[in-house]
């Protein structure tokens, strides 16, 4: 004869039983979409870590990743094609979109229209981003990225 079993807790009210699906003011969790841009060529560890450490600035991280047409633009050879380099980027779990960067000229229409809070870049990077501090928080990331050195995207944060 097979025993009944006794579930884990008990139901008290109907209210228990099924919750709410409204969110308290004070619950809501606000969002925050962090945005990096690169050409992603020869994606390694440290680069994985780096973007883990951009993802833990806010609730979504947007990678603009460089078309094959904008590297040979900025003189970066890339090993592999922009839709391999693309592919790695989205299989990456801290990434949570990845969108073309054509030219550096997209990158306010990109703020916008993805609600960008902080705008990630290298120091070394050549793009001017004077006119964009009144949209967005902008960090910049160690000029050379290496093994352990992404620790300081969250101090400079």
Same mark, same amino acid.
């Given at each position: 004869?097979?025993?009944?079993?006794?579930?884990?807790?008990?139901?008290?009210?109907?209210?228990?039983?099924?919750?709410?699906?409204? !969110?308290?003011?004070?619950?809501?969790?606000?969002?925050?979409?962090?945005?990096?841009?690169?050409?992603?060529?020869?994606?390694?560890?440290?680069?994985?870590?780096?973007?883990?450490?951009?993802? &833990?600035?806010?609730?979504?991280?947007? !990678?603009?990743?460089?078309?094959?047409?904008?590297?040979?633009?900025?003189?970066?050879?890339?090993?592999? &094609?922009?839709? /391999?380099?693309?592919? !790695?980027?989205?299989?990456?779990?801290?990434?949570?979109?990845?969108?073309?960067?054509?030219?550096?000229?997209?990158?306010?229409?990109?703020? !916008?229209?993805?609600?960008?809070?902080?705008?990630?870049?290298?120091?070394?990077?050549?793009?001017?981003?004077?006119?964009?501090?009144?949209?967005? /928080?902008?960090?910049?990331?160690? &000029?050379?990225? &290496?093994?352990?050195?992404?620790?300081?995207?969250?101090?400079?944060?």
């Amino acid at each position: 004869m097979l025993e009944q079993s006794v579930p884990p807790f008990r139901v008290r009210n109907r209210a228990q039983a099924a919750p709410s699906l409204t !969110v308290n003011p004070v619950e809501r969790i606000r969002s925050r979409s962090v945005l990096t841009y690169g050409c992603f060529d020869g994606f390694r560890a440290h680069h994985a870590r780096l973007l883990a450490d951009l993802s &833990s600035l806010g609730t979504e991280l947007i !990678v603009g990743c460089a078309t094959d047409a904008f590297c040979v633009q900025l003189g970066r050879d890339s090993a592999i &094609s922009f839709d /391999q380099r693309r592919a !790695v980027l989205e299989s990456c779990r801290y990434v949570s979109r990845v969108i073309a960067l054509d030219s550096w000229d997209q990158r306010r229409t990109d703020i !916008v229209n993805y609600n960008i809070s902080v705008l990630a870049l290298r120091r070394g990077a050549p793009a001017h981003v004077d006119d964009l501090h009144d949209i967005v /928080q902008v960090v910049r990331l160690p &000029s050379e990225i &290496s093994p352990g050195r992404s620790e300081h995207v969250l101090k400079s944060a």
